[in-house]
C-alpha cells in the first residue's frame, strides 16, 4: 500500500518506520499545507494526517478531491465536520478520523462506555476527568477525554454536558487538563462518592501505540468509500 504523510513531525516521523515494517511504501511525507494539492496526493492509495486543527479540513477536502481515502488523527476540526460529512457524500470518498488511534485506548472507551452505563442508577457517584500530555500539545482538553465525557454523556442521563472550567455543576463532568513534559498521554476516569472511589486509567508509554493503530485504520479505510472510526476497525460497533 502507498501511504502519503500528510504531516511529518513527531507522529509522521514515528508512523512512518511502522509502515515500512508492515510492507507499505511513504510516497509522500508532506510538512507544508503550501505544497499539498490532489495532484501530489493522487498516487497515493491512502493518507494520513497529523496536522494542526486550522489546517486539517484542507488537508481533508483535498484527499477527497484526490480520491485518496483519508485517515485522520488531528483534533480540533469538528466544528467542520457537518460541511466535510457534505463533501464526503459527494465525492464518494473515504475518512477515518478518531481522537486516539491507539488501540488500547478504543478498548478503554468502550470499558468505561460500559462503566458509565452501570452508574447510571448510582446517584451518589460524581465523575471528572483528568489528561495529562506533552507541552507541545496544541489542543486542551484533549481530543481523547472530550471523546471519554461524550461516552459518559451516552451513558448516565444526569450528566448533559462536559466543562474544562474549575467551578462546574452536578449536570457537568469537569475536564482537567495538565501539561508536562515527555508525556506521551494518561487519561483518568474517577467516579467519586462519599464513602470510595473507582477510577480507570490508560497511560501510554510512547507514540508507538498510537502510531501502529493509524497504520491499521489506513489498512481497513483502503478501497472503502464512507466515513468510520476506530470501532468499525475493532469491529466493536
Excluded at 511513504?26 to 507544508?32: A, C, E, P, Q
Excluded at 494542526?52 to 483519508?70: D, M, N, Q, R, Y
Excluded at 472550567?165 to 508536562?180: A, F, Y
Aim: proline residues 2%.
Amino acid at each position: 500500500m502507498k501511504i502519503a504523510l500528510i504531516g511529518y513531525g513527531k507522529m509522521g516521523k514515528a508512523i512512518e518506520p511502522i509502515a515500512i515494517q508492515r510492507g507499505h511504501e511513504i510516497v509522500l511525507r508532506s510538512v507544508s499545507t503550501v505544497e499539498l494539492d490532489k495532484t501530489t496526493i493522487a498516487d497515493a492509495d491512502v493518507a494520513i494526517e497529523f496536522t494542526e486543527p486550522s489546517s486539517a479540513k484542507h488537508h481533508i477536502l483535498t484527499c477527497f478531491e484526490a480520491g485518496t481515502p483519508v485517515v485522520v488523527g488531528t483534533t480540533g476540526w469538528y466544528g467542520d465536520y457537518d460541511e466535510i460529512h457534505r463533501k464526503q457524500k459527494e465525492t464518494n470518498s473515504a475518512l477515518l478520523a478518531s481522537t486516539n488511534f491507539s488501540l488500547g485506548v478504543n478498548l478503554f472507551f468502550e470499558i468505561n462506555h460500559r462503566l458509565a452505563a452501570l452508574m447510571n442508577q448510582q446517584d451518589q457517584y460524581d465523575m471528572a476527568i483528568t489528561e495529562i500530555h506533552h507541552t507541545e500539545k496544541l489542543d486542551a482538553p484533549s481530543g481523547t477525554a472530550i471523546s471519554i465525557a461524550e461516552g459518559i454523556i451516552d451513558s448516565v442521563d444526569r450528566k448533559k454536558e462536559w466543562t474544562d472550567s474549575h467551578s462546574h455543576g452536578s449536570r457537568q463532568i469537569q475536564i482537567v487538563s495538565e501539561r508536562e513534559m515527555n508525556v506521551p498521554g494518561t487519561h483518568r476516569v474517577t467516579y467519586d462518592s462519599a464513602v470510595d472511589s473507582i477510577s480507570i486509567e490508560h497511560v501510554a508509554h510512547n507514540r508507538k501505540g498510537f502510531a501502529l493503530g493509524s497504520v491499521i485504520a489506513a489498512e481497513f479505510i483502503q478501497g472503502k468509500s464512507g466515513i468510520y472510526t476506530m470501532k468499525d476497525v475493532l469491529n466493536l460497533s
